[in-house]
């Protein structure tokens, strides 16, 4: 069961711009997750947002979270080459399941 | 160094023959999960386990069987394999405390013909 839905579903931009990512999730949730994943390999944990949370910033990324419209967005600024990747949201409700959107495919040309 | 270490990193094999992939854990997790990645469906939960010798199903548990006999090995076994269960497979785990991780294997990639 799908939960997360993220767009755009590809994004391509150059190099030194930003990418905005959302996520729209359909039940309350306690806590909101980013992963990135590089093609073929795991998922790597980015960031966790709290359901109490409105804005979350760790070094080049930006989450925000938005519980009155059930969505998310995830801002990397100034990208870089090595940033090309699939970036999932994840959401985390009260049965404590971690449910994955269906990712974004950001291509970061140099 | 802490991971999650999956085997086999690729797999090829033939209908009905079993198969198990391996997964284990360094950093004492009680949660632990598998997971199966599909081109448009992103990611499905197949199995879960909260501790030793609890196990649950997932989303899509059909065709799969885990256990948990060791806080750090969650094993995925394919007793028939079919072709529907090509697929690229993760296992991750995670402590249990609610805004916890999750910590992912570097997968399997798994071709059933």
């Known amino acids: 069961s799908q939960q997360g839905e993220e767009d755009p579903q590809a994004l391509s931009i150059q190099e030194g711009e930003n990418a905005t990512m959302n996520c729209s999730y359909k039940?309350?949730?306690?806590?909101l997750q980013w992963y990135r994943q590089n093609s073929g390999r795991g998922l790597v944990h980015l960031i966790l947002?709290?359901?109490?949370?409105r804005e979350k910033h760790s070094g080049r990324l930006r989450v925000t979270l938005d519980t009155s419209k059930k969505s998310s967005s995830l801002l990397i600024t100034a990208s870089r080459a090595a940033d090309t990747a699939s970036y999932f949201c994840a959401t985390r409700g009260a049965t404590n399941k971690l449910i994955f959107g269906t990712g974004t495919l950001l291509a970061v040309q140099p | 160094e802490a991971q999650v270490t999956q085997n086999p990193r690729y797999l090829i094999t033939v209908t009905g023959k079993k198969l198990t992939v391996t997964c284990s854990q360094n950093?004492?997790?009680?949660?632990m999960s598998w997971y199966r990645q599909d081109p448009g469906l992103g990611l499905r939960q197949i199995y879960y386990s909260m501790n030793v010798e609890v196990t649950d199903k997932g989303d899509v548990p059909e065709g799969y069987k885990v256990s948990r006999k060791e806080k750090r090995n969650f094993p995925l076994i394919l007793e028939s394999p079919s072709p529907n269960q090509t697929s690229l497979y993760f296992c991750a785990s995670s402590s249990t405390a609610a805004n916890s991780p999750l910590h992912f294997g570097n997968g399997t990639r798994l071709t059933v013909t």
């Open positions: 950093m004492n997790h009680e949660y």
């Open positions: 947002i709290r359901s109490n949370e």
């Open positions: 039940t309350s949730i306690n806590n």
